[in-house]
């Protein structure tokens, strides 16, 4: 049984996921052995910690679940975090895992004889057409997307369009794509997220949860 | 009929409030309207539209992007649909009901109409209700009205409601001593508004060690008032900036004085959602409900001559008040068939039943009634319960 008030963590899948757990266990939260079975079909998770479950989805779907209230505390990357602009997460809390970089990228051969500075609307592929709108918009230039939800270093090359905005860890994608890095708008790491409302009405154990997080940490 | 359903779409942030919700919303207003009114609150009634240079000038101007316009063909003028009332109170305070003494206590409650709506709260139209208090800016006049509302709230059967102070001049006041740039500081401001640690130690290089710890010190400084409001008192603060601490805990004070038991957070440095608000400021909250029940803090209104009056009021979002609220019971009601000898529908009226008539003979009269959601049964001077 768990309690109706349970606070909800909610944890990336995939990638992140490994370098998060050990900042989980540093912070004293163990989960139920399910949780680590690849072929469970439970997507909510008891832990050690009475009135606290782990909740496991898609890294885009922690800022929603956090930003809605329907989980309390999560682990985001900031480019979702950029991408949804949520006014109700707070980051207070950068775990220093899942580094890489969100950059602009095109085709070798285009760079040469391309001025950006001429540019007054441009069709980009990307996972994350919100925060690339907002990117462009800043230098006056009108950016049309094209949502993609993974494969983005195909685009270019079939002709989808010719740019892309994606992340970027070692660039070797990108390289086996015949694509080069542009520029890159900013470096990613995840972060710990609190729901706001959670914050202001559990404040002792939200913030209980942000000391042993902190202590994780080191 | 997909035509028919069709024709039901209602835009975005839109929905039809039906029974017996309208009815249970329009009570639980009046109820508030009415507690305040104990406290001396009088009502007032704005128009929902106003020109556009006066609705959306002084307090206004913050919520212009919020704010629908549409052309008077009348005056050939642009006219503004309000989106917030407190903007419409400063301006009656201040040029009508100039003459009243002060402090001058009002109350409101109307619809109001948003161009957008946020993701948490996604309504575009809905009702406010509020109180201002104009020409004081005094801890007692931030406790009155804060007490007051959890009071209301309460009252109305709202558990576990918790009000969350903030200073969203804190934060400008503190910048302003370290002499920043225009730039830096806006930077500051969102990495706060995030609570975006990372943020703040990005620009660590632009604002040297000490006054990036101070500023992430602000930023986690979110908690029971208590052990906040300590951790405040230890960082070095030159004049303005304490100031500004000082007035929170003077409010703070104040409001323990008159509602100890309240529970009370702090958040050193939340400023969104404050843009007019010049002084403490605060949210209520229920645990267990999404979002804020409702807002307000201390502003200046600006009289056409130009003299200012510090005041404080508040606004509570009643979509939300009444998502906290258990479902409204279903209220007993009777019903009155045809073909009676009397008709004694009315003394059961007057007596606060509600009573259905029935409009043509049927053979089931108590089947009718349950049809007809009634409870009760009228036979004669006779009233029973139906099973």
Known sequence: ?218 | MTENQATALLPPGTSDVLPPDAAFEAAQLERIIKHFSTFGYERINPPLFEFEETLLSGLGKAISQDTFRLMDPLSQRMLALRSDMTPQLARIATSRLANQPRPLRLSYAGQVIRVRGSHARPERQFAQVGVELIGADLPNADAEVISMAVDGLTKLGIKEVSVDLTIPTLVPAYCASLNLNKDTTSLIRDALNKKDVAGIVSLSGRLGPEAAKTLSIMLNAVGPANSIMATLSNLQLDHVPDIERESLSAVIEAIRFVAPNLSLTVDASENRGFEYHSGVSYSFFAKNVRGELGRGGRYQTRAPNGSEEPSTGLTLFMDTVIKALPRPEIEPQAFHPVGQKTNDANKFRDQGWRVINGLSEVKDIEAEARRMKCTHLIRGSKIYKID
């Open chain 1, 1 to 218: 049984m768990r309690a109706r008030d349970s606070l909800v963590l909610a944890l990336p899948k995939g990638r992140i996921l490994k370098e998060v757990m050990p900042i989980v266990k540093g912070a004293g939260i163990e989960p139920e052995p399910a949780f680590y079975d690849p072929l469970a079909r439970q997507l909510r998770f008891s832990t050690n910690t009475v009135g606290l479950d782990i909740i496991r989805v898609r890294s885009f779907d922690v800022a929603t679940f956090v930003a809605f209230g329907a989980a309390h505390i999560g682990v985001a990357g900031n480019d979702v975090l950029m991408e949804f602009n949520y006014p109700d997460i707070y980051t207070p809390l950068d775990l220093d895992v899942g580094h890489c970089r969100l950059s602009v990228a095109g085709p070798r051969e285009m760079i040469d004889t391309d001025d950006p500075a001429a540019w007054s609307s441009i069709r980009i592929a990307t996972k994350y057409p919100g925060l690339t709108k907002r990117h462009f918009a800043l230098r006056g230039v009108q950016a049309e997307c094209i949502k993609l939800n993974g494969a983005i270093e195909l685009a270019p090359n079939l002709g989808l369009c010719r740019r892309i905005v994606d992340l970027v860890s070692t660039g070797s994608t990108l390289e086996a794509n015949g694509l080069i890095e542009i520029e890159k708008i900013c470096d990613i790491t995840s972060r710990l997220t609190i729901n706001r409302t959670a914050w202001k009405t559990r404040p002792t154990e939200i913030n209980g949860y942000l000391r042993d997080f902190r202590g994780g940490l080191k």
